[in-house]
């Protein structure tokens, strides 16, 4: 049965005034109709016993067992919980109406003002006034006290059984007598709160009596509530007895109220069970994530530190070629990874205190600042790695580069010595003309010349080879091998040149003729013939060009080229004079000549063939520099097309982010007309892509090109398009700030007008506009919304707004903190006071009626965590609930 004593001991004026107007309802129906009597003994009887039994007794005729008024005051004392005046025990008159006033007095003192009603007609057996007086009782101790949404009493009992049976079929709950009659309205309370007792589809509408009986007999076996009434009583009535109805369904009320705490009792467990099951796995998911990664990053660095040499460089760079899959390949996911990492911490620590709950701190060794060094220690192990890969390419391809050198060099010397000791043994001065003799001698001083110039080389072979064995050179052998050989060889020549030198010196002075003609043909032929190959090499020259200046500056160039070609012609006519000369001189004086020149290789017919493949090249010339102009202009055009476009979008998002930078400080509306606002303006900016992406277009086009200037604008496509990403980023940062802020506004029930009032608030002590202020102005701010800091309680709070010391604090810091003074959160007591009404007031809870009263995945994760209880009144399977719910908020561990 219920218990009553918790509403028993308030009293109001406005309870007073109630029961006035109910005695006067009383007196109003104070001649009862025959059948409305029968009903209100029978149901007011079982009321009275329902409650006298826990005493230990009962009452069989309401207005003979209550004559004495000791039955009376000790109904009283059961129902309201309280003591009354000791009752006296004598059997005269006198005694019964003292008793029976004590009891009235009583009821007086609990608001009651009873009219019309005395002690001496309870005394007398007065059944009208017995029956009011039991009725009074009941509107105080059973009625007057339910309340549902604003309303109380009877208006408040009605309404409760209107919203309780409002689903179903056939039930339409109006008043507390005709509305009852068919039954269904009994059963359809009792299958709302335990369906499992009643097969509520099965009831029919035209068989009242089976309803009601069904109703009387579950609600008396499995509810613990007495029948109090008739089924034959009610439907043979035309108006059921309205007090009968309304006292017996006070009972369900009370028997299902006890239901409806705990459902409310489970429902706080169950959220925040829910919030601390979601954040252990969080938790478990960041260990895991972080021992993975740090497992990782200590496999890896032993790799990056290994410094094995190889003896080439393709064994090398097979070894950068790891080194770059570990880049591209391996790495990046284990960033994303450490990145996630981060991001789940700081997302557990922000649920964590929206819930109220402590800090999150991962185990020794696991933290971000512990990943972050491992992380720094990997990249510096991994700049190392890569610096020395680099070094050691650097070193074997300096040693390759040195052997190919060496050889090169020696193939070139070998090639060059090959044959001269040969001609330095032959002896052919001494069949030569005079001239031959000289020719041979200025030969032979020039291949002196040749062979210092050789000295060098040599040398230089030597170096290369000593370097190559101090470098520790894999096949030293055989550079050791060819240089000596070449040493060897370099001394030989030497001795023979001066050998052959000596000889030719005797010759000489035998012979005594030159043809000075030769001489002067020589030492001019050789400068024009340098000029020619000059000029067809800046003929032949490839250009290339970026700008129509410097292709107009080519062709100035080659105009300024052209200008000189008579004079050439005219030097050209001068040599070839020179060898008609030689001819005229020998055929006038008879002289046979040996053959060519003796002081050049170059012939006359030599420098014409040159003249004319020079005067050849001059017209291709010509038009391959107009090709280039014509290029060039088109690249112009490339650039100024590119220049307007560029222009137009970085004037665009230089305007849009100039916008959302008012946007995102003024933000008018509701959050959510804010969000919604913001997002059709990123609609309308990503509206502008076909702009960016015909800037691409262009940007395409001048890289084929190879522009790779324009003077038309100052925009470049890189910049542009870290603009444009940073108009976007900014764009949907903003949006996740406000949708930040309805996260808190929702998780804190922080009001729309509070959410202006900290924006306006925010806004006018942000003197800069940036969305952050400095400490100062953040004091500022508070003492503005009515805090007076001291110098300990403002470092107090600019430790929970801004915890890295950065000297900033963000709307969205300031918002966390103002939500957390200003709202009610979960606190361990209430999580204690909801497990205690699911324990039936006691200070343990046992399985079975955790699993009652929970979801199963809840009702066993308590269970594995509650410890056993050890107080006084402890039972067997007793769970201390209390420890369990202060380590839910981090004041003792689980």
Known sequence: MVDYHAANNQSSAGGVQTYMEQENDWDRDLLLDPAWEKQQRKTFTAWCNSHLRKAGTQIENIEEDFRDGLKLMLLLEVISGERLPKPERGKMRVHKINNVNKALDFIASKGVKLVSIGAEEIVDGNAKMTLGMI???????????????????????????????????????????????????????????????????????DDPVTNLNNAFEVAEKHLDIPKMLDAEDIVGTLRPDEKAIMTYVSCFYHAFSGAQKAETAANRICKVLAVNQENEQMMEDYEKLASDLLEWIRRTIPWLENRTQEKTVNDMQAKQEDFRDYRCVHKPPKVQEKCQLEISFNTLQ???????RPAFMPSEGRMVSDINGAWHTLEGAEKGYEEWILSEIRRLERLEHLAEKFHQKAAIHESWTDGKEAML??????????????????????????????????????????????????????????????????????????????????????????????????????????????????????????????????????????????????????????????QKIAQSNGIKLSGANPYTTITPESIDSKWEKAMAMVPLRDNALQEELNKQNSNDTLRAKFATQANAVGAYIQDKMEEIGRISIEMNGTLEDQLTNLKEYQTNIMSYMPEINKLEGFHQLIQEALIFDNQYTSYTMEHLRVGWEQLLTTIARTINEVENQILTRDAKGISQEQLYEYRASFNHFDKKRSGQMVSDDFRALLISTGNSLGDSEFARIMGIVDPNGSGAVTFQAFIDFMSTETTDTDTADQVIASFKILAADKNYITAEELRRELPPDQAEYCIARMAPYAGPDAVPGALDYMSFSTALYGESDL
């Open 350 to 356: 922000t649920k964590l205190r929206l819930s109220n």
């Open 425 to 582: 043994t032959q002896k052919d001065y001494e069949t030569s003309t005079l001239s031959e003799v000289k020719a041979l001698l200025r030969k032979h001083e020039a291949f002196e010349s040749d062979l210092a110039a050789h000295q060098d080389r040599v040398e230089q072979i030597a170096a290369i080879a000593q370097e190559l064995n101090e470098l520790d050179y894999y096949d030293s052998a055989s550079v050791n091998a060819r240089c000596q050989k070449i040493c060897d060889q370099w001394d030989v020549l030497g001795a023979l040149t001066q050998s052959r030198k000596e000889s030719l010196e005797r010759t000489e002075k035998q012979l005594e003729s030159i043809d000075e003609l030769y001489l002067e043909y020589a030492k001019r032929a050789a400068p024009f013939n340098n000029w020619m190959e000059g000029a067809m090499e800046d003929l032949q020259d490839m250009f290339i060009v970026h700008n129509i200046e410097e292709i107009q500056g080519l062709i100035t160039a080659h105009e300024q080229f052209k200008s000189t070609l008579s004079e050439a012609n005219k030097e050209r006519e001068a040599i070839q004079s020179i060898q008609a000369e030689v």
């Open 135 to 205: 009725w009074t009782i009941i509107l105080r101790f059973a009625i007057q006290d339910i309340s549902v949404e604003e309303t109380s009493a009877k208006e408040g009992l009605l309404l409760w059984c209107q919203r309780k049976t409002a689903p179903y079929k056939n039930v339409n709950v109006q008043n507390f007598h005709i509305s009852w009659k068919d039954g269904l309205a009994f059963n359809a309370l009792i299958h709302r709160h335990r369906p499992d007792l009643i097969d509520y589809d099965s009831l029919r509408k």
